[in-house]
């Protein structure tokens, strides 16, 4: 069964850090670019970072640049996003996505074949 399982989400003050994961199953991560979108109430889905399966070319949101890494582990078949200097409007619910294709066409048109169900950021003081 092919399945994404997110984790690391929480409530975390303004300025502060969390680790999102992202663990794979059924399938291989390195077959696919893998990127990290968010969902925010009353705001469309944003792509917000994304890693390409073999080359480690990455892309960043202009909202998150400076302030999120993204990297990937193929032998744990995990890829984690570094979130600091969290900011209010970076809450929202932080799911994983994977395409087997162009690292742009997954993180600027949003084109998935799998996804998660998603773990949840919240920002406030």
């Known amino acids: 069964q092919l399945q994404f399982v997110e984790s690391g989400g929480g409530l975390v003050q303004p300025g502060g850090s969390l680790r999102l994961s992202c663990a794979a199953s059924?399938?291989?991560?390195?077959?696919?670019?893998i990127g990290w979108f968010r969902q925010a109430p009353g705001k469309e889905r944003e792509g917000v970072s994304c890693?390409?399966?073999?080359?480690?070319?990455?892309y960043y949101a202009d909202s998150v640049k400076g302030r999120f890494t993204i990297s990937r582990d193929n032998a744990k078949n995990t890829v984690y996003l570094q979130m600091n200097s969290l900011k209010f409007e970076d809450t929202g619910v932080y799911y994983c996505?994977?395409?087997?294709?162009?690292?742009?066409?997954?993180?600027?048109?949003?084109?998935?074949?799998?996804w998660g169900k998603g773990t949840r950021v919240t920002v406030s003081s």
């Open positions: 996505a994977a395409l087997r294709g162009l690292l742009l066409r997954l993180c600027v048109s949003g084109v998935m074949d799998y």
């Open positions: 059924g399938f291989t991560l390195d077959d696919y670019a």
């Open positions: 890693i390409s399966g073999s080359e480690n070319s990455t």
